[in-house]
């Protein structure tokens, strides 16, 4: 047995103990493995107690051509199973915390115009219709529009349960635009009393799949002229920015948007801070008064 095979096999046994607690989805877990698999193979054939600043630092290098945000996705990866190593005894110290992690670049979130949404949600499928207003009013994830039951949507409340990544759950008001399209989604398609909420059509009783609402959003998205080319960022996912950059609009408390979005840090929620347009900015930092001296003076403040 190689240093290697007993590096690969910590991953195989990594893997199944989160996807075993529910931590994991099977794609994540691919995902997971696949990463953690040209880590494996930089490490190469070394005894486990070795694996330290420079292991990753090499490591790093052979990863140093992707996008700032794909190295950081890869370093949270290996830096999470490099702790379970480390827990689990398979490595006397950790070497992550002596290490910074890549920097991820100020991004604007990928929202849509009032108008685009408009454009998108002008569409003749009932079923594709109801899951897209679904998504930009409940700022939902394909994966969790495809986790959901019909036992989930609390009619007396008007409620409904989501199940997001890794299992987690949380309560979210369905709105009323949300409501009328489940509801004209159910008086075409009426549904058989439980099971998926918004059902497959080749495969009846079984839920539509992430990959497929997906891809079924995106095309419609490019019919409807929103979508105009690829990797133009704008898909699906699109709808979930924009319910985070509108509700912030209207509620400046990133408490009530993280978790309608089902975030566990605050952090993550910031991103969908809109950047203040210049008029805006000058409003704001026009007129100020320090000490009695205002900075609107002209040049004789100069």
């Given at each position: 047995m190689t240093?290697?095979?007993?590096?690969?096999?910590?991953?195989?046994?990594?893997?199944?103990?989160?996807?075993?607690?529910?931590?994991?989805?099977?794609?994540?877990?691919?995902?997971?493995?696949?990463?953690?698999?040209?880590?494996?193979?930089?490490?190469?054939?070394?005894?486990?107690?070795?694996?330290?600043?420079?292991?990753?630092?090499?490591w790093l290098a052979t990863i140093?051509?992707?996008?700032?945000?794909t190295r950081l996705t890869?370093?949270?990866t290996v830096r999470q199973f490099v702790l379970w190593l480390h827990r689990r005894g398979q490595i006397t110290a950790d070497p992550f915390p002596l290490m910074r992690a890549p920097k991820r670049p100020r991004s604007v979130p990928r929202d849509l115009a009032a108008g685009q949404v408009a454009r998108s949600?002008?569409?003749?499928d009932v079923r594709l219709?109801?899951?897209?207003?679904?998504?930009?009013?409940?700022?939902?994830?394909?994966?969790?529009?495809?986790?959901?039951?019909?036992?989930?949507?609390?009619?007396?409340?008007?409620?409904?349960l989501i199940v997001g990544k890794g299992g987690h759950e949380r309560e979210l008001p369905v709105t009323m635009s949300a409501r009328r399209a489940i509801t004209a989604y159910f008086k075409s398609e009426p549904p058989a009393g439980a099971g998926p909420l918004f059902r497959s059509r080749r495969e009846p009783g079984s839920p539509s799949s992430a990959k497929t609402i997906s891809l079924y959003v995106r095309l419609w998205m490019a019919e409807a002229g929103v979508k105009v080319a690829p990797w133009d960022g704008i898909s699906a996912h699109a709808f979930r920015?924009?319910?985070?950059?509108?509700?912030?609009?209207?509620?400046?408390?990133?408490?009530?948007?993280?978790?309608?979005?089902?975030?566990?840090?605050?952090?993550?929620?910031?991103i969908y801070l809109r950047r203040a347009g210049l008029e805006k900015m000058r409003e704001a930092m026009e007129g100020r008064s320090y000490g009695g001296v205002s900075t609107f003076e002209g040049e004789d403040a100069a």
């Open positions: 240093t290697q095979e007993t590096l690969d096999r910590q991953i195989i046994t990594y893997l199944a103990e989160r996807l075993a607690r529910g931590e994991f989805q099977p794609t994540t877990a691919r995902n997971n493995r696949y990463i953690l698999t040209g880590f494996s193979e930089s490490f190469g054939a070394r005894p486990l107690n070795q694996l330290g600043v420079r292991v990753v630092e090499r140093g051509h992707l996008k700032p945000a890869r370093w949270s949600l002008n569409c003749p219709h109801a899951i897209m207003v679904v998504m930009v009013e409940l700022g939902l994830r394909c994966c969790e529009i495809a986790r959901l039951e019909i036992g989930d949507d609390d009619q007396t409340k008007q409620t409904m920015h924009t319910a985070a950059s509108d509700v912030l609009d209207r509620c400046p408390d990133l408490r009530v948007v993280s978790e309608m979005l089902g975030h566990l840090h605050l952090s993550t929620t910031a």
